[in-house]
């Protein structure tokens, strides 16, 4: 059977391939349309230069009335430097750059404060010493802006002393913005040593803002990670987490409100309901799912093309390198229940790699309940893009096939969206052939029995199959069900350490004793029964062995049936 008969998972045209790249039909832009405000974080040149701006000045006034110390965590190019410069121009009282929007008739603009912005956006540092060195260009920057001069050495005493001395020259209480406030952390993850190193550092210069408490009018400090409040947190435990306030879920990203009023005239003739799937899905307690900006600034400026814009610009390898170490188990990512703990504390010396995947945005919120008197959260993969993208991640630390998994994906989605188990289990057996196992040398992966479930998930999910794990019955659970284009595949897997013959091949009695005992099992537990009712739906049985001596497929069967 040709293997052109596959459908795109996007458009449902023929298509190879399992995820389209090619754009869709482009509405031509009306000539009144605002400018996307792509790569630009300053709220003034959004407003002078008639970019579009979607308006959070409300949440802005929301925070300022009701507390004065405030942290907030999202992933990177969510728009946490755009809502901290529009913070700024507020407090430095620029009202003519407000008019139209909320804020503009709730704010006393005959009132000013001089605002320290603190930024570690910019740039890599590798030492302790590089860091204390960018944090007194910062405090130099901000004494030449507010035009103060300090003479207190230490980073702490000149962070004090600027404090002190901008209430004194201008009459009010100064602002103090933190921006990337981990910046300096994350980009030595992979180093403990040094990222302790930088924690000590930066909170070294953010204690100080505790003892400063009644020279401050208010302070608002972003990141992506939020570190556990025995580490960085300590000296200044006055901080209010928003992360998971719901009141200001959306105060980051954009509402489905937001992108149809918005970007109204850019998104003519775009199939809403495929844009929500490709990148809405993002969550933080509200009643609302978000889209990424980002996404959706390139996704127009690129005449409607679905790609991965978000996760291309960052690189999830140590976090990769964090689950193959741990061995985890990644069908596990389909039911992830954790605990507020999990969610908002990050320590360098104990990193969990769950905690990570939720900070830096490859998990969000899904549903919250309560459990034994705590309140817990269910986790999910926010949207395709995320999925087809992680899963690609993971299928190059797993397996370290780069160049070569496009093929195995292709094929694989041929086989299952024709329902061709024979086909896929031949796919397979190459699959696990071509890993270089040379690359394992240095972790015993190919030993520990959920690493073939593992791979397998990864490379469905990439495909955009529905994966339900351990799907459970009544009989018991079943390893993996894997759901696509109207087939349902009801997997068994089991792993043995694989006695070698003579010929090679297995021993005859193991293999006697393997031979069909994974498709056996799901005859005799009934696995596969809760699908067969569904109209429309071929359900496939397969049984798979593995044997960690050979590693690869050594034993199959599978039976079809429809519904």
Same mark, same amino acid.
């Given at each position: ?231 960085? &947190? ?5 901080? /209010? ?5 719901? !009141?200001?879920?959306? $105060?980051? @990203? #954009? =509402? ?120 817990? &959260? ?5 949207? /395709? ?5 992680? !899963?690609?991640?993971? $299928?190059? @630390? #797993? =397996? ?164």
């Amino acid at each position: 059977m040709s293997r052109w008969k596959s459908r795109c998972i996007c458009c449902q045209t023929p298509e190879p391939i399992p995820f389209c790249q090619t754009p869709n039909t482009f509405t031509p832009p009306n000539n009144t349309m605002k400018k996307l405000p792509i790569g630009i974080q300053t709220f003034s040149d959004i407003i002078r230069e008639d970019y579009v701006y979607v308006d959070k000045t409300k949440i802005a006034i929301d925070l300022i009335r009701n507390g004065k110390y405030y942290f907030l965590s999202r992933p990177r190019r969510f728009g946490k430097s755009l809502f901290l410069d529009t913070l700024k121009e507020i407090f430095e009282g620029n009202k003519a750059l407000f008019e139209g929007l909320h804020i503009y008739d709730q704010w006393d603009w005959t009132q000013s404060y001089p605002v320290i912005k603190i930024d570690f956006a910019e740039g890599t540092l590798q030492s302790r010493a590089e860091l204390d060195e960018i944090i007194y260009e910062i405090l130099e920057d901000n004494q030449h802006r507010l035009n103060l001069q300090c003479s207190v050495g230490s980073i702490r005493g000149r962070m004090g002393e600027l404090i002190r001395r901008a209430k004194e020259k201008y009459g009010n209480r100064p602002v103090v913005l933190v921006d990337e406030y981990d910046k300096p952390i994350l980009d030595n993850i992979d180093k403990p040593g040094i990222a302790a190193e930088m924690r000590e550092g930066l909170k070294n210069l953010y204690s100080v803002f505790k003892g400063q408490d009644a020279h401050l009018q208010f302070v608002f400090m972003t990141g992506v990670s939020k570190s556990s409040k025995v580490s960085l &947190f300590s000296g200044i435990n006055q901080l /209010l987490d928003i992360t998971l306030d719901g !009141n200001f879920s959306a $105060i980051c @990203g #954009y =509402t489905q409100e937001d992108l149809e009023r918005g970007f109204a005239m850019h998104l003519k003739g775009v199939d809403l309901e495929k844009l929500r799937i490709w990148y809405n899905g993002y969550k933080w307690l509200g009643s609302e799912t978000l889209y990424n900006p980002y996404d959706i600034l390139l996704f127009i400026h690129k005449k409607f093309s679905y790609r991965n814009y978000w996760f291309e610009t960052g690189n999830p390898s140590f976090l990769v390198r964090l689950f193959e170490k741990n061995g985890y188990f990644l069908p596990s990512l389909e039911d992830v229940e954790v605990t507020e703990e999990i969610l908002d504390s990050f320590d360098v010396e104990r990193i969990n790699p769950l905690t990570l995947l939720f900070q830096t945005g490859y998990l969000t919120i899904d549903t919250t309940f309560i459990r034994r008197q705590r309140m817990m &959260f269910k986790l999910k993969i926010p949207n /395709l893009e995320v999925k087809i993208a992680l !899963n690609d991640q993971f $299928i190059n @630390g #797993y =397996t370290d096939l780069v160049n070569e998994k496009i093929g195995y994906q292709n094929h694989l989605y041929t086989s299952l969206v024709n329902g061709n188990p024979e086909e896929m289990i031949g796919v397979i057996r190459r699959l696990f052939a071509s890993i270089p196992w040379r690359n394992f040398t240095k972790n015993n992966l190919p030993d520990v029995e959920g690493y073939y479930a593992s791979v397998l998930y990864a490379f469905f999910s990439s495909l955009d199959a529905r994966i339900i794990p351990e799907d459970i019955t009544s009989h018991g659970q079943v390893d993996l069900t894997v759901k696509l284009a109207g087939h349902v595949y009801v997997m068994e897997i089991k792993v043995v350490n694989g006695r070698s013959g003579q010929d090679g091949d297995l021993d005859g009695t193991v293999e006697k004793m393997d031979q069909n005992s994974a498709l056996k099992q799901i005859r005799e537990k009934g696995y596969a029964k809760k699908y067969l009712g569904e109209k429309g739906v071929k359900v496939h049985e397969v049984g798979l062995i593995f044997s960690r001596k050979r590693r690869n497929l050594v034993s199959w069967a599978w039976e079809c049936s429809s519904s």
